[in-house]
């Protein structure tokens, strides 16, 4: 079966400072795995995808992500954070077929000015 | 940009009644998706629908549900004799393929259930 744990549900950050946000997944095969972000009354959107390309995945606004097998991890970073990224942050893994994604808890991230 | 929109962005309801949620999807997405979050809880898939037909359902999507596209545009999920544990955010989403494509989401609907 396949399942996602987002590690903290709150991450409040200073702005200009790193950003990481933390997502361990469980997976019976080579996954996708996708982050989405979701502003207040908005829909989600995606910020990246691991399809099985380069374990290394940049996104829009500065995001990026790393696959790494060894640690059934693919952590969320922002080298600095903006204002702008205060959000809820979901991780999500895919089933083989791509039918069903199954979403983590979210986190919610809060930048401090 | 092209976006999927839901509508109505909070329904209100009575306990029984039956509701129907709708969806526009991205025009040009052959696959459709229905997902709901409980407040506090992970957002959960319900049913994804390709062709006209259902392709795959979860555990949660009973007889209490249905979904339909009635016009070509359109994506609906209906709930018939709503509970008060229905009560959740649905979301909609659609994508261009199935197989680990990207699923684009609607800003959902907010359903409570008095």
């Known amino acids: 079966a396949q399942s996602v744990t987002q590690l903290d549900s709150h991450v409040s950050v200073s702005e200009g400072t790193p950003v990481l946000l933390r997502c361990n997944y469980s997976?019976?095969?080579?996954?996708?795995l996708f982050w989405y972000v979701q502003h207040p009354n908005k829909g989600l959107q995606l910020l990246l995808k691991?399809?099985?390309?380069?374990?290394l995945v940049k996104g829009i606004n500065g995001f990026e992500a790393e696959f790494k097998k060894s640690e059934t991890s693919f952590h969320l970073t922002k080298p600095s954070a903006h204002m702008s990224d205060a959000a809820e942050y979901f991780c999500?893994?895919?089933?083989?077929?791509?039918?069903?994604?199954?979403f983590g808890t979210g986190t919610s991230l809060t930048v401090i000015p | 940009e092209p976006e999927v929109t839901q509508t109505p962005s909070h329904q209100v309801t009575q306990m029984g009644q039956e509701v129907i949620l709708r969806c526009v999807p991205i025009?040009?997405?052959?696959?459709f998706y229905w997902y709901r979050q409980i407040l506090g809880q992970k957002v959960e898939f319900l049913v994804s629908?390709?062709?006209?037909?259902?392709?795959?359902k979860s555990e949660i999507f009973d007889d209490q549900f249905s979904v339909e596209r009635p016009d070509g545009s359109n994506f609906t999920l209906k709930i018939r004799s709503t509970k008060l544990e229905d009560s959740a955010m649905y979301f909609c989403?659609?994508?261009?393929?199935?197989?680990?494509?990207?699923?684009?989401f609607g800003p959902g609907t907010r359903l409570t259930v008095l």
């Open positions: 999500v893994v895919s089933d083989i077929a791509g039918n069903q994604f199954y």
């Open positions: 691991y399809t099985s390309a380069a374990t």
């Open positions: 025009s040009n997405h052959l696959y």
């Open positions: 997976s019976s095969y080579s996954p996708s």
């Open positions: 989403a659609s994508s261009v393929r199935e197989g680990r494509g990207e699923q684009f």
């Open positions: 629908f390709y062709n006209n037909e259902i392709s795959e």
